[in-house]
């Protein structure tokens, strides 16, 4: 059994960095280029295009439902048997196909009479749709075979940069940089397409068994487009209830938050795969562990993240995106707040909802957040732009932990693991105000952010390890053994 277990983790560990790398791939490349991007466009052009986008990806998310979660589910639990592991994704990947097609068509008739923004990047942004409609990293996400998509992102996203770099030179070339996104993604994805007959061989889609998917589908959608509300009408509510410049301002903040965020959803898409193997075996004690080391971990991970973001967020904005985006640091420090409720209900969701089928909660939770964000952004989107976008996404991101809080707290005792770690927030406010005080002393410079991002880092790492050390933390300690083991080892 422990033979089994220390695999489980070397293989979780493996995929839990492999997947970082995708999550991270996908946000920090892009991320490489903000800086040029936001002063050759501007923030009007930026705005353009996250205007534009997030029209075109609501259609996307039509196209692909609830495919991700459900698929990535399905060819978790069947994994172990080739036939049925094939048809598991032929009786799956043939909705996505049909509704990823009616979504295409219903967006070029949506552009054609209603759009009355940038048609020529609203037309570039349909490449988008084909790169959903052929997307099936669902499919190996479920086999835990994430070192794949890490290969194909790092030759794609690195290519995108390049192009990047040589073709955008001012804002006319807006086209340019959206053709170059979205055709990146299309190759990202069609790249997997080429190693799908390793693992499985054609099936002729039964209609009993798409009919039996249809339902799980859709249900599973309801969360995705409700979590959709708040991330993404965001932007499109913005455009229409105040200026174009408000959307770049708040899209370039949301991209900074972003890069943490990426961490959580990697977490989560490995521990999906594993929790639901681990349910159907009925092993409730490895289980409940994955769950408590979960909520430590990623507490302390999440602390420093937010707290981190919030104390540099001032001299962040200016320093990163040009002095045109000053306004993004009250927005980059209010979204990274959502950070913390996002990485609990992260947990709560892909270690115990979702595995364990009980998907009435995660969509009633969603339902909620997307209901208080809506309102909240009519009321106060007109009236503080940005900030009131801010505002719903933060009430948002509560609402739906609290209510996935409120199902879960006998079965996951939500409440212990958050008051057993309660402590590394308060160290995270610590190292925040220390950090945020060297921004006021010093000048909006690199060698200011340098400044803090190093000593914050670092007084953040010794307040958590001495506090480990205090409590005589058995993770700490055993940590502290094999550096020992691996320095004998050497010196041998």
Not at 70 to 96: C, M, P
Not at 135 to 142: E, H, K, L, M, R
Not at 198 to 221: C, H, Q, R, S, V
């Amino acid at each position: 059994m422990k033979v089994v277990n220390n695999v489980e983790k070397t293989n979780i560990k493996k995929n839990f960095a492999y997947n970082i790398a995708y999550q991270i791939l996908i946000i920090i490349l892009p991320l490489i280029t903000t800086p040029y991007v936001s002063r050759v466009l501007g923030v009007d052009g930026v705005g353009t295009y996250s205007y534009t986008y997030s029209i075109a990806y609501y259609f996307c998310l039509f196209g692909m439902l609830g495919i991700s979660n459900h698929g990535n589910r399905s060819v978790a639990l069947s994994k172990s048997d080739k036939n049925k592991l094939s048809e598991t994704f032929w009786n799956n990947y043939i909705i996505q196909l049909l509704a990823s097609f009616l979504s295409l068509i219903c967006y070029f008739l949506f552009i054609i009479f209603f759009f009355d923004g940038n048609k020529t990047i609203a037309y570039i942004d349909s490449i988008f749709l084909l790169s959903y409609m052929i997307d099936i990293s669902w499919f190996f996400f479920g086999l835990e075979q994430f070192k794949m998509t890490v290969t194909r992102n790092t030759i794609i996203k690195v290519s995108t940069i390049i192009f990047i770099f040589i073709f955008v030179k001012n804002p006319g070339d807006l086209w340019k940089y959206t053709l170059i996104l979205s055709l990146g993604t299309f190759l990202s994805q069609l790249y997997l397409w080429f190693h799908l007959r390793k693992y499985i061989t054609f099936k002729k889609p039964e209609i009993a068994k798409i009919k039996k998917n249809i339902k799980p589908i859709l249900l599973l959608f309801i969360p995705v487009i409700s979590y959709s509300i708040y991330k993404v009408m965001d932007k499109i509510m913005l455009g229409n209830l105040s200026e174009i410049s408000q959307v770049g301002l708040y899209e370039n903040a949301e991209k900074v938050v972003g890069i943490p965020l990426s961490i959580i959803t990697a977490f989560g898409t490995v521990m999906m795969p594993r929790i639901s193997t681990l349910v159907g075996e009925n092993n409730k004690d490895q289980i409940n562990q994955y769950t408590k080391l979960s909520f430590k971990y990623f507490t302390i991970i999440v602390s420093a993240m937010t707290f981190g973001l919030v104390g540099i967020s001032e001299v962040f904005s200016p320093v990163f995106f040009g002095k045109e985006f000053t306004k993004c640091a009250p927005l980059i420090a209010g979204l990274s707040f959502t950070l913390i409720f996002l990485t609990w209900a992260n947990i709560i969701r892909t270690q115990y909802l979702i595995p364990n089928k009980k998907d009435k909660p995660y969509i009633i939770s969603m339902i909620c957040g997307a209901i208080v964000n809506f309102i909240a952004n009519c009321i106060f989107i007109p009236i503080l732009k940005a900030p009131g976008a801010l505002v719903g996404t933060i009430l948002a991101e509560f609402i739906v932990f609290f209510v996935q809080f409120l199902y879960v707290r006998k079965e996951m005792v939500v409440f212990k693991h958050i008051k057993n770690n309660f402590i590394y927030l308060f160290f995270g406010l610590i190292m925040c105000i220390v950090v945020y005080y060297e921004g006021m002393v010093l000048s909006n410079s690199l060698k200011t952010l340098i400044i803090q991002i190093v000593s914050g880092g670092l007084l953040y790492i010794v307040l958590v390890l001495f506090y480990m050390y205090i409590k005589k933390d058995q993770d700490l300690f055993n940590i502290l053994k094999s550096i020992k083991k691996s320095r004998r080892s050497t010196n041998e």
